[in-house]
């Protein structure tokens, strides 16, 4: 079991970042990853991070947002950069200790329904 808690959410103007952090306790995680749901929205994958390296982004992410990790802090991040209004979501860290590979050895999926342990989330809202 993993408790996960999510910080550094608010709001922007477009143009603007945010970094976001998420503090794991318990299991070790084999990967760790940001979802966000949007009013009237499915959960989506934002970016995620697998343990031996890889990392995996949304094509709407790609470019703009950056996952890092910290294993000695337990700490996932996510840093926003050129933010825009439909980046407007509640953004969720979501992690697992199972198998979590894409396809590719060391590339961690986007699939939310891979994913074990969620936290609360952290609103973000993007004003044009």
């Known amino acids: 079991q993993v408790l996960l808690a999510e910080s550094g959410g608010g709001s922007v103007q477009a143009g603007g970042s945010l970094r976001l952090s998420c503090v794991a306790s318990?299991?070790?995680?084999?990967?760790m990853g940001w979802f966000r749901q949007a009013p009237g929205k499915e959960r989506e994958g934002v970016a995620s991070?697998?343990?031996?390296?890889?990392?995996s982004y949304a094509d709407s992410a790609r470019g703009r947002f950056t996952i890092s990790r910290d294993s000695a802090k337990n700490t996932l991040y996510l840093q926003m950069d050129s933010l825009k209004p439909e980046d407007t979501a509640v953004y969720y860290c979501?992690?697992?200790?199972?198998?979590?590979?894409?396809?590719?050895?060391?590339?961690?999926?986007?699939?939310?329904?891979?994913?074990?342990?969620w936290g609360q989330g952290t609103q973000v809202t993007v004003s044009s």
């Open positions: 991070s697998h343990r031996e390296g890889g990392t």
């Open positions: 318990g299991d070790s995680s084999v990967c």
């Open positions: 979501a992690s697992t200790s199972r198998y979590c590979d894409a396809g590719n050895y060391g590339v961690p999926t986007l699939s939310q329904y891979r994913y074990h342990s």
